[in-house]
């Protein structure tokens, strides 16, 4: 049962004690006020003290310095910003004992959710939440033409879900940034690194891990917290790892259309690692945790899943572009080596069986189709087919035998995934007492 105290002006009230249940409202009418004191000063006294009231209204859902999320509880761990607000696989907690009011945005855009516990109340069914969305309490605590919707299924992916915000990036991060005028501060590195869902540039390192079944999420995460992000070179060094979906440039000139690149989308884990490091110093750590982390997927990634990866590094000072490269697991290096190998034997048993049935002939690369020179009957021009001409020079079109594979250095200094247990709080009012 809500209950509404209605204060008129110009009269005036004074009352003792006033007891309000979480739901009560103070209507104001224009030009009233009230003033609230401990009783052992009159605030009538203080004529030039003034009350202010903030607008109710500006806490949006879309916020992401409004949640709190378990990954705060680690030093060692943070999210990007995207994945700052409630993700579809996630459960959202608005604390018992609690007063809150959020904006839903003006969009008409529907929020996916797993479950929603409200005051102590746990709705896993859109019906119950509608009908309680539908109360005069829930009218007080969720404005705006936004709506919520609740899936049955939490994430069950051991490779992780994605979050699923990126459609309203734009007003996380116009949230994000009111207070700067929209502006991102000034980066303290030079070639700074924009994350999949990141509002604001970063100076470290990224990775981009392409990874088969066997892969792990959580526990993969598990095992960088606690085999690289405690080393004594990784203090201030900060992770955040869940899978994204991002655009990779299609190699080749028959993937371009009118001169330009085509891309296609692709979903990876993303790993991004950041310092506390200020000036020249921002984003050497976390480059440094980077490095020691290939080290390990090149050599033992197979045994955790992850195929192949990409990294960028934010450049020092003095540098003129981003660093970036590619890497490769050892397993599949190996298994290149052994199809090169098993590929010459084939090649040299077919040449042997030839030479043995003596039905082998050395083999003339025939040059292009070239015009003949003229004659010196100038009205008979033609032009010769090579096939059945001269053999060309062995220096046309023959393959160089002194061929080399070069691997080139992946560590050259030029270089909330969250299940169904991640839990969002309010931190927006404190506990009444």
Request: aromatic share 8%; proline share 6%; with cysteine.
């Amino acid at each position: 049962m809500s209950i509404t105290k209605l204060i008129p002006s110009p009269t005036s009230e004074n009352c003792d004690k006033l007891h309000l249940p979480l739901d009560g409202e103070f209507i104001l009418a224009p030009g009233a006020g009230f003033a609230a004191y401990d009783g052992a000063s009159d605030p009538s006294s203080d004529s030039d003290h003034n009350i202010h009231f903030l607008n109710a209204d500006r806490y949006s859902w879309y916020d992401p310095s409004l949640w709190h999320t378990d990954l705060q509880k680690n030093d060692h761990l943070f999210s990007v910003d995207t994945e700052r607000i409630p993700c579809r696989q996630d459960d959202v907690i608005f604390p018992p004992e609690t007063s809150f009011r959020v904006d839903l945005g003006a969009g008409g855009r529907t929020i996916s959710l797993h479950s929603i516990s409200i005051l102590g109340q746990k709705f896993n069914t859109d019906q119950e939440l509608a009908a309680y969305l539908a109360s005069s309490t829930g009218k007080l605590q969720f404005h705006g033409a936004g709506s919520l919707r609740l899936a049955p299924y939490p994430c069950e992916d051991p490779s992780g879900c994605e979050c699923g915000n990126d459609e309203v990036e734009a007003w996380i991060c116009a949230s994000l940034l009111q207070t700067s005028g929209g502006r991102c501060p000034k980066s303290a590195c030079q070639n700074a690194l924009k994350p999949v869902g990141q509002c604001c540039e970063i100076c470290g390192a990224m990775l981009f891990l392409k990874y088969t079944q066997a892969f792990d999420l959580n526990q993969y995460k598990q095992r960088l917290l606690h085999t690289f992000l405690e080393l004594p070179q990784a203090s201030g060094v900060r992770m955040a790892i869940s899978k994204v979906r991002r655009e990779s440039a299609l190699r080749g000139s028959g993937h371009t259309v009118r001169g330009k690149r085509q891309a296609e989308t692709v979903t990876q884990i993303q790993l991004v690692l950041t310092d506390d490091g200020a000036g020249p110093e921002a984003g050497r750590a976390a480059a440094d945790v980077a490095r020691i982390i290939l080290t390990e997927v090149v050599e033992q990634g197979a045994a955790f899943g992850v195929l192949q990866g990409d990294v960028e590094y934010s450049g020092i000072s003095g540098s003129t572009a981003g660093l970036s490269g590619t890497i490769l697991t050892s397993g599949l290096v190996t298994g290149i080596a052994i199809a090169l190998v098993l590929g010459m034997m084939v090649l040299l048993g077919g040449l042997l069986l030839l030479l043995w049935t003596r039905r082998f002939r050395p083999l003339l690369i025939p040059t292009l189709w070239q015009r003949s020179e003229p004659s010196s009957d100038q009205g008979n021009q033609s032009f010769d087919n090579p096939i059945f001409g001269d053999p060309a020079p062995p220096s046309v079109l023959d393959p160089d035998p002194d061929v080399k594979v070069v691997l080139e250095d992946a560590f050259s200094p030029m270089t909330s995934t969250r299940t169904s247990g991640s839990h969002f709080t309010n931190p927006l009012f404190e506990t009444d007492i």
